[in-house]
């Protein structure tokens, strides 16, 4: 296996696994993932240690900082906005150390796709499941990538026809936009060029750029309602200008191809995948025992409103954001996350492969005022994981070594929390 980073240990060399070989492969054992994370150094910071203590038990609690966006630039394919999603030096960590070629990797929360776009990317093979269906549209166009040439011609060929859209959106964007919009809408088809530039165009709705099809707006991966932008508009005293949809999404694949080449391309459409809209915990399609890896990060709480922010995003694909609003799991409190990801926890050990791994993100919940990776422990061990402890990973950990729980800084924005599990074999 790839050592990440400047390791001090660097000695996984694990046979190729192939397909049928996988119960036999030697998996990292608990105690050498612990020497793994404890001996790890980047940026010429060894990890601290802390325990945490729950109950009679003891966890150990690693501290450093395990990746940097610094340290290794990832794929351009990524850059696609989507509310609090993570960074693809997460779940490569974790698909470095506990994968080999070959292996499936999977996310039940997976939406932009970070983990599976890594994994795929990777050479991994990839199942995905998030509730909204949005998921999908966002993260399989990127493993059937079409060429710039391609785009070009089929951009070339959609003619754009003068359609209002069946909702006023007179308050986003000018007129004409919203003619090209509703056509691009009606008129693209299921092939892999149409549901990349599906993909694309998706995510150039709104944002508060030129780069974006709507006037200034809040940042892309938070549609303002309609009654709110009029009052952006009014405020601003702003009238949406033309924007020539067809060069944006032009100008944004070439951005998010800047590191696909031909060969990578191949690569990508010869990786199985699997993806689905279910809730996380009914997933009977996995079969048991077949996942080597799940990497993720759920909804916390209820902080962010992942159907209404895609509204715009879900009317553009012609799906019923508040049909998916009424099955995604948001939670008033620990209590009834805790229930859900409960049998989230059943659901990932089933599916599991012995000797497994999963890797299982959460915020610092009110300002770190309620730490959910404390929360997350007895769920894991309940569902019958062992715990490898829990990792805290601080971007900025010069300034904050000497603080355990790194609770002066802001939520989500430097500190990644991962609860890591191992199914026994
Ligand atoms: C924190 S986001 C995941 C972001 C992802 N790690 C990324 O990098 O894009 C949580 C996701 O969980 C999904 N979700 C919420 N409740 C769910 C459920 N019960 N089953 C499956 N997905 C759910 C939301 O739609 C949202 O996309």
Same mark, same amino acid.
């Given at each position: 296996?790839?050592?990440?980073?400047?390791?001090?240990?660097?000695?996984?060399?694990?046979?190729?696994?192939?397909?049928?070989? *996988?119960?036999?492969?030697?998996?990292?054992?608990?105690? =050498?993932?612990?020497?793994?994370?404890?001996?790890?150094?980047? %940026?010429?910071?060894?990890?601290?240690?802390?325990?945490?203590?729950?109950?009679?038990?003891?966890?150990?609690?690693?501290?450093?900082?395990?990746?940097?966006?610094?340290?290794?630039?990832?794929?351009?394919?990524?850059?696609?906005?989507?509310?609090?999603?993570?960074?693809?030096?997460?779940?490569?960590?974790?698909?470095?150390?506990?994968?080999?070629?070959?292996?499936?990797?999977?996310?039940?929360?997976?939406? $932009?796709?970070?983990?599976?776009?890594?994994?795929?990317?990777?050479?991994?093979?990839? %199942?995905?499941?998030?509730?909204?269906?949005?998921?999908?549209?966002?993260?399989?166009?990127?493993?059937?990538?079409?060429?710039?040439?391609?785009?070009?011609? $089929?951009?070339?060929?959609?003619?754009?026809?003068?359609?209002?859209?069946?909702?006023?959106?007179?308050?986003?964007?000018?007129?004409?936009?919203?003619?090209?919009? %509703?056509? #691009?809408?009606?008129?693209?088809?299921? @092939?892999?060029?149409?549901?990349?530039?599906?993909?694309?165009?998706?995510?150039?709705?709104?944002?508060?750029?030129?780069?974006?099809?709507?006037?200034?707006?809040?940042?892309?991966?938070?549609?303002?309602?309609?009654?709110?932008?009029?009052?952006?508009?009014? $405020? #601003?005293?702003?009238?949406?200008?033309?924007?020539?949809?067809?060069?944006?999404?032009?100008?944004?694949?070439?951005?998010?191809?800047?590191?696909?080449?031909?060969?990578?391309? =191949?690569?990508?459409?010869?990786?199985?995948?699997?993806?689905?809209?279910?809730?996380?915990?009914?997933?009977?399609?996995?079969?048991?025992? @077949?996942?080597?890896?799940? /990497?993720?990060?759920?909804?916390?709480?209820?902080?962010?409103?992942?159907?209404?922010?895609?509204?715009?995003?879900?009317?553009?694909?012609?799906?019923?954001?508040?049909?998916?609003?009424?099955?995604?799991?948001?939670?008033?409190? /620990?209590?009834?996350?805790?229930?859900?990801?409960?049998?989230?926890?059943?659901?990932?050990? =089933?599916?599991?492969?012995?000797?497994?791994? /999963?890797?299982?993100?959460?915020?610092?919940?009110?300002?770190?005022?309620?730490?959910?990776?404390?929360?997350?422990?007895?769920?894991? *061990?309940?569902?019958?994981?062992?715990?490898?402890?829990?990792?805290?990973?601080?971007?900025?950990?010069?300034?904050?070594?000497?603080?355990?729980?790194?609770?002066?800084?802001?939520?989500?924005?430097?500190?990644?929390?991962?609860?890591?599990?191992?199914?026994?074999?």
């Amino acid at each position: 296996m790839v050592s990440p980073g400047s390791r001090r240990e660097s000695t996984f060399t694990f046979p190729h696994s192939t397909p049928g070989q *996988l119960d036999r492969m030697p998996a990292v054992s608990i105690e =050498r993932a612990k020497a793994v994370l404890s001996e790890f150094v980047l %940026v010429n910071q060894e990890t601290s240690i802390d325990k945490l203590v729950l109950g009679k038990e003891n966890y150990t609690k690693f501290v450093n900082e395990f990746w940097t966006a610094k340290q290794r630039q990832a794929n351009s394919i990524h850059e696609i906005s989507y509310r609090a999603c993570y960074k693809p030096q997460l779940p490569r960590f974790f698909i470095d150390i506990f994968t080999e070629k070959g292996d499936t990797v999977y996310d039940p929360f997976a939406g $932009r796709g970070t983990t599976l776009i890594e994994a795929a990317l990777m050479g991994r093979n990839i %199942v995905s499941n998030d509730v909204n269906p949005l998921s999908v549209i966002l993260t399989k166009p990127r493993l059937n990538i079409p060429r710039i040439d391609e785009i070009e011609d $089929r951009l070339d060929e959609i003619e754009f026809g003068q359609s209002e859209a069946d909702i006023d959106l007179s308050m986003f964007f000018d007129k004409k936009t919203e003619y090209e919009i %509703v056509s #691009l809408k009606n008129r693209l088809l299921d @092939s892999d060029v149409d549901n990349w530039i599906r993909m694309v165009s998706t995510n150039r709705l709104t944002g508060h750029s030129a780069g974006f099809f709507s006037g200034y707006t809040l940042p892309p991966n938070q549609a303002a309602s309609q009654k709110s932008q009029k009052l952006i508009n009014a $405020r #601003l005293e702003i009238v949406p200008p033309y924007k020539n949809t067809k060069e944006i999404i032009l100008k944004k694949s070439k951005s998010l191809l800047r590191n696909i080449n031909s060969k990578l391309r =191949r690569e990508l459409k010869t990786i199985n995948s699997t993806f689905s809209s279910l809730d996380s915990r009914k997933t009977s399609h996995i079969q048991n025992d @077949s996942i080597n890896l799940t /990497v993720t990060s759920p909804p916390f709480l209820n902080i962010v409103k992942y159907a209404a922010d895609n509204w715009l995003r879900c009317w553009f694909n012609d799906i019923d954001a508040s049909e998916v609003e009424s099955r995604i799991s948001l939670c008033r409190t /620990v209590e009834t996350w805790s229930e859900i990801m409960g049998s989230v926890f059943d659901e990932l050990y =089933r599916i599991t492969i012995p000797g497994g791994w /999963v890797a299982f993100e959460v915020g610092e919940v009110n300002n770190g005022k309620i730490k959910l990776d404390e929360h997350v422990v007895p769920l894991g *061990l309940e569902s019958g994981f062992h715990c490898a402890g829990v990792m805290v990973n601080s971007q900025d950990f010069t300034k904050t070594s000497n603080i355990w729980g790194v609770n002066n800084m802001k939520i989500g924005t430097n500190t990644n929390r991962i609860v890591l599990f191992h199914k026994p074999k």
